[in-house]
Nanobody, 125 residues
Framework: QVQLVESGGGLVQAGGSLRLSCAAS????????MGWFRRAPGKEGDFVAA????????YYAESVKGRFTISRDNAKNTVYLQMNSLKPEDTAVYYC??????????????????WGQGTQITVSS
């Protein structure tokens, strides 16, 4: 069982930066495939980024590639999402998710077994 708690959300101007954190409980955190998703008002949820525990390979949505960076600290049971050059279209609730392993459909929310409660990011123009 893994429990996830996000933090670091808030209001930022376009062009600014934020770093989200996702603290996980559970002894096997280091073996989980971790991802970030977001859901904007009135829209479906979107994959943002993911990181593989075994090789630290990272995966990004095209819309955030080059601006967002996902990383993890297994010693702290925490995964991070550094968000730079934020745009108004990045406004959404951001969710941390954990999957028991890597899979080809890592970009699909159905791949993940555990979810955080979400944190709001608002980017003003």
């Amino acid at each position: 069982q893994v429990q996830l708690v996000e933090s670091g959300g808030g209001l930022v101007q376009a062009g600014g930066s934020l770093r989200l954190s996702c603290a996980a409980s559970g002894r096997t955190f280091s073996s989980y495939f971790m991802g970030w998703f977001r859901r904007a008002p009135g829209k479906e949820g979107d994959f943002v980024a993911a990181i593989n525990w075994s090789d630290d390979n990272t995966y990004y949505a095209e819309s955030v590639k080059g601006r967002f960076t996902i990383s993890r600290d297994n010693a702290k049971n925490t995964v991070y999402l550094q968000m730079n050059s934020l745009k108004p279209e990045d406004t959404a609730v951001y969710y941390c998710a954990a999957a028991r392993s890597y899979g080809a459909y890592y970009y699909s929310d159905s791949h993940y077994n555990y979810w955080g409660q979400g944190t709001q990011i608002t980017v003003s123009s």
